[in-house]
């Protein structure tokens, strides 16, 4: 049971459709605009005191929900200018004339010059949201240059003008926003890179459109959150044992041993029951010295490595962390694989097949997950496009769970489904705390939960055991705040 509904992720265009549904269901288009404007107005009244504010709008919806917005903070005091690209209005017989038509003082012509009568103010950036069409030109592209270049905020509605929604590229240019208040749902553009960064905050407002639509048009991707996935957590039952709880094995390596050894950690810190370290015998007293409560067995070929992995109550497997880019990698990454129980694949064992991706694809199942950062993807996958396509076409490529690392993870599903991960704090950016996740992935996995919801669970923990250590953080240090990020999870209401 996963719910890809309560912080589903829409396209410009399914929400275009999400619109026409809402419109169907008897909620009138222009009281949609209405509701709209007004929460971009309510937002700006609980953030900032009175100011001068410039609404610039465009000749689409977004501009009506300028218009509308212009209008609520002008009946509460607030003094307001409206500025219309190149001095257009909305086409006749829209929601957005309708609500020009409203604004009953005078309307002038963006420019750039306008910015003096707000020095001390704000402006509404409602020139394009989710229609933007192509690169800012002309008046609309030198306004978005000069208000980049003041220090005035901006308050963007829906999305910052200049970012597409879809993925959150940049076309041509983009305004830079302090706030961005969007409605019903996100989009894709609100939470990738830079999208992201331009957005500001990002508030969603409710504007009268029901869930109800969302079955028929989303369900494939989503904004990580425990809503996602909380159902299916594994939490220790009062009548468990360690046996119940999984069993991890994580491969060691000969020199990075740390690597290795956050991963088990991780696993065991995560929930897994019982974790083994295979060690290669030369580095067998390194971690045997380093760990307590997890098991260290040794191994000095591919036999005894082989009859590790045949106890069948080893129920996850982690291979890559420290092990070094090698043949040797390979051959064991391919033997845990050919046992077809569920499986980690992270850093040197995600490398080892770098031009040779075909034998990693031929191996790998749903039950395997893999962690690569953006250099290990692209010596196994050759794909372009943003990157929720590409890791959704990773996945469905290689036929397993695909977890693409950065600012903004996106997990994908060979189904399709695709999760973006948003509450990893810049701290993350350190040495091992990949090691970690990949070890809290097995870690969840071992108790049962499925690949792909222990993905997105472990990614979503470990950016919030990041965010209870703040500033300095290291690795070693993401061990030890799991049981914190954990009772914070473990408050977080199931629904
Ligand atoms: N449920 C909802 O999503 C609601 C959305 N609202 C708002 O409506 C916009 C989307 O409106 P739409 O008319 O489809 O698109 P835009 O206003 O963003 O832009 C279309 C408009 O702009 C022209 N255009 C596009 N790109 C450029 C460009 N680079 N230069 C010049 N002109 C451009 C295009 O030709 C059209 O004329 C959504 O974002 C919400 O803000 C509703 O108000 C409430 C419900
Ligand atoms: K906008």
């Not at 591919?302 to 045949?310: C, D, N, T």
């Not at 969840?444 to 472990?458: E, K, S």
Request: include cysteine.
């Amino acid at each position: 049971m996963i719910n890809m509904f309560s912080t589903a992720l829409l396209t410009p265009q399914e929400m275009g459709q999400a619109d026409k549904a809402a419109i169907a269901s008897g909620v009138p288009g222009a009281a949609l605009m209405d509701n709209a404007g007004r929460a971009v107005a309510r937002e700006i009244v609980r953030r900032w005191s009175r100011r001068p504010v410039l609404v610039a709008c465009g000749p689409g919806n977004n501009g009506g929900d300028g218009y509308v917005a212009a209008r609520y903070l002008a009946d509460w005091g607030w003094p307001v200018t409206v500025a219309s690209l190149e001095g257009r209005m909305p086409s006749e017989q829209t929601d957005a004339a309708h609500h020009a038509g409203l604004w009953r003082r005078p309307v002038v012509r963006l420019s750039a010059a306008l910015l003096d009568t707000v020095r001390e103010g704000l402006v509404i950036d409602a020139l394009f949201g989710a229609g933007l069409a192509r690169p800012p030109s002309g008046d609309a592209a030198a306004f978005i240059q000069a208000l980049n270049d003041s220090d005035i905020p901006v308050c963007a509605v829906d999305l910052p003008s200049g970012v597409n929604g879809e993925d959150g590229a940049v076309l041509g240019a983009a305004l830079q926003a302090q706030l961005t208040i969007t409605f019903f749902r996100k989009k894709p553009g609100h939470v990738l890179f830079p999208g992201r960064a331009l957005c500001g905050p990002t508030v969603v407002a409710q504007i009268g459109i029901p869930d109800t639509v969302l079955p028929g048009l989303a369900g494939h991707t989503a904004e990580n959150s425990p809503d996602v996935w909380s159902a299916t957590f594994p939490w220790p039952q009062l009548t468990g044992h360690k046996y119940s709880r999984g069993h991890a094995l994580v491969v060691g390596g000969n020199r990075m041993t740390g690597a290795a050894r956050l991963a088990a950690r991780a696993a065991a810190r995560a929930g897994a029951g019982l974790v083994t370290l295979a060690a290669p015998e030369p580095a067998w007293p390194v971690y045997a010295t380093a760990l307590e409560s997890i098991m260290v067995e040794g191994f000095c070929d591919e036999y005894s490595f082989e009859s590790l992995l045949a106890d069948t109550r080893k129920n996850v497997f982690v291979v890559g962390p420290g092990l070094g880019v090698s043949e040797t990698t390979q051959n064991q990454t391919l033997q845990i694989l050919a046992k077809q129980r569920a499986c980690v694949l992270d850093a040197d064992a995600i490398s080892s097949f770098s031009g040779q991706p075909e034998r990693l694809f031929a191996a790998v199942s749903e039950k395997s997950v893999l962690t690569p950062h953006e250099g290990e993807f692209a010596r196994v996958f050759n794909v372009s496009g943003s990157k929720l396509e590409r890791a959704r076409m990773a996945a469905r490529t290689s036929g397993a769970v695909v977890l693409l690392k950065g600012a903004d993870t996106v997990i994908a599903h060979p189904d399709g489904r695709a999760i973006v991960n948003t509450n990893a704090p810049p701290d993350l950016a350190t040495g091992g705390a990949g090691d970690v996740l990949a070890g809290m992935i097995a870690g969840l996995m071992a108790q049962g939960m499925p690949p792909f919801n222990a993905a997105c669970a472990a990614c979503w923990l470990h950016g919030e055991a990041a965010r209870q250590h703040g500033p300095g953080l290291v690795a070693d240090d993401l061990i030890h705040l799991i049981p914190a990020a954990l009772k914070v999870l473990r408050r977080v209401p199931v629904n």
